[in-house]
């Protein structure tokens, strides 16, 4: 029995796209990729991650999105179907997993957009400039409630977008967001290009170190980046699928995901290591990247504080509108398993996220927060989205679903890659996860 989704659908193919676009580009692709890219063989390092996005992209996005589109709700629901279907019970206790993965995320991920906003009043104030980054930074995440307007601020605006619904809210500002995203790393990119020494960044990026090719972490990082970067982490692709309209090619519109997603992180490479080995500073990964590093650089360039503000404002869009995501599964579970109405759900979720994080803002214990959920319980609900879909529902229901608004038919390879490659990679991710110190993703 297939369901309608409560909430509605997406209007068009773009926005349902470009919401899925702006779920997977997040700060992963803006502080992590560029460091990983030149960490592990620069330009060889593409090589994998562009094989490992291919597959995932094909294989994992377009079974988490047929599986939503097919149930017309989220994992809880999603995942109980499956289990239904096989006869079974406790497919709404598995599917919890993930979504509370994706509310775990979301109340660390709060706090960090909490940052980046005040890091854009920063630049538009000027504070930002006259003060040192370090400093900056520690005024931000030294103490207990040292940063609650913006934290406040960065929820309010994401229910205020989820109130709208899913045509009139999440589409709404992902058409607005995403574009605007691009065209701002753009021009930070092209400024970026001109500074005394950017040649070392596009070095540390684009020259080939082959040799890397042949350590098997460079792989395994390569998998973990691309993962998770396009967010098949069996929670919110699914509820974004449950919104798309069976007239549209979930295969394309995955393909379409994957290539924006990876246009974004090589963008972010392009604006951000050029900009920090012009000034002889160091590429690290992680959030001082994003407040110390980058910062100390904008305090160095010709027109350094609009060139913050531009920054930290697409940083912003990128984080919103992946928190939106994260939110939005949370809510729906509240209206289809409670039976409460969306705004209600929405405004509870948004108290909840906000309530949990206002313990946590310090750094370190954000920092442990978030290392718990993306080690463990993402990865967890990750390898049983992609169990349920083609193991317990399995290839047939999810291939006769893919067909609905597609023409082309599926690779006959489709069935083997994904039952076979694509889940047991996704144990992999796993495994990596609990075994390599910091995970993968």
């Known amino acids: 029995m297939q369901h309608a989704p409560k909430n509605g659908t997406f209007s068009s193919k773009i ?45 994992g996005l377009s079974g988490e999105f047929a599986f939503g589109r097919l149930t017309g709700t989220g994992p809880i629901g999603s995942y109980e179907y499956a289990m239904c279907a096989r006869g079974k019970r406790g497919g709404s206790v598995l599917g919890a997993i993930p979504l509370f993965g994706s509310l775990g995320i979301a109340i660390g991920y709060a706090i960090i957009v909490g940052w980046v906003v005040r890091g854009a009043a920063g630049a538009l104030t000027g504070s930002l400039m006259s003060t040192e980054p370090e400093v900056f930074f520690n005024q931000m995440t030294d103490h207990h409630l040292s940063s609650v307007p913006w934290h406040v601020i960065v929820v309010l605006l994401t229910v205020f977008i989820l109130i709208g619904g899913v045509s009139g809210g999440i589409e709404k500002i992902n058409k607005v967001m995403m574009p605007a995203f691009f065209v701002l790393f753009i021009v930070i990119a092209v400024r970026v290009a001109f500074l005394p020494g950017a040649a070392e960044g596009y070095k540390y990026l684009l020259v080939p170190h082959w040799e890397a090719l042949f350590n098997l972490k460079t792989w395994i990082m390569a998998m973990g980046q691309a993962f998770f970067s396009l967010s098949v982490t069996g929670s919110g692709m699914i509820i974004y699928g449950s919104y798309l309209s069976r007239k549209e090619d979930v295969v394309h519109s995955s393909v379409m995901t994957a290539v924006l997603d990876t246009c974004a992180a090589m963008l972010a490479g392009f ?30 360039m010709p027109a350094g504080r609009v060139f913050a503000f531009l920054f930290f404002v697409s940083v912003l869009f990128a984080g919103i509108t992946s928190l939106a995501n994260m939110l939005e599964v949370v809510s729906e579970a509240a ?34 927060w978030m290392d718990i959920i993306t080690i463990y319980v993402v990865p967890i609900g ?3 989205g992609a169990v349920m879909i083609y193991w317990v529902l399995g290839v047939p229901a999810i291939r006769a679903e893919l067909m609905n608004g597609r023409t ?21 991710v796993v495994i990596c996860s609990f075994v390599i110190p910091g995970g993968i993703g």
């Open 408 to 428: 082309k038919p599926l690779s006959r390879a489709f069935g083997f890659l994904a039952k076979y490659v694509y889940v047991l990679l996704a144990a992999a």
């Open 15 to 59: 926005g349902f796209v470009l919401a899925a676009v702006g779920s997977a580009v997040g700060m992963g692709n803006i502080w992590l990729f560029p460091y990983r890219v030149g960490q592990y063989g620069g330009a060889a390092f593409l090589i994998p991650y562009l094989l490992f996005v291919a597959l995932f992209g094909y294989v």
């Open 382 to 384: 990750a390898i049983l």
């Open 271 to 300: 604006a951000i290591l050029p900009a920090v080995f012009a000034f002889g500073l160091d590429p690290q990964a992680g959030p001082k990247l994003l407040f110390i590093t980058l910062p100390r650089v904008f305090q160095q």
């Open 335 to 368: 209206q289809s398993r409670l039976g409460l109405k969306r705004r209600t759900a929405v405004v509870l979720t948004g108290a909840a996220t906000l309530a949990v994080g206002l313990f946590i803002e310090y750094e370190p214990l954000m920092g442990r």
